[in-house]
């Protein structure tokens, strides 16, 4: 799957890999950050609940391989490979 397209819209992160169009909601990229705070939670049993209302509002690029998200709880260290970002779709986001 070749990712073609990314669209923030009402804060949800929607991907278009041609035919196949995916949503992931901003509580869904929020909860399956990987930055190193997150991953410490994670490690410690607590894992990241990201309120339902939790609404990307800003994708910066990284190189060609990932993208920074903003999100509207004012996180923004998590950087998501666009690899981790169409596994999470293929889950079902």
């Given at each position: ?88 779709a293929?889950?079902?986001?």
């Amino acid at each position: 799957m070749n990712l073609e397209e990314v669209v923030i819209e009402r804060g949800a992160l929607t991907l278009s890999y041609g035919d196949h169009v995916a949503t992931l909601s901003g509580a869904r990229l929020r909860a399956a950050c990987r930055c190193a705070e997150c991953a410490a939670l994670a490690r410690r049993g607590t894992p990241v609940v990201a309120d339902d209302d939790v609404a990307v509002v800003d994708l910066a690029p990284v190189g060609a391989y990932a993208a920074q998200l903003r999100f509207s709880d004012g996180h923004e260290r998590g950087i998501y490979p666009w690899v981790y970002l169409g596994a999470l779709a293929r889950a079902g986001g």
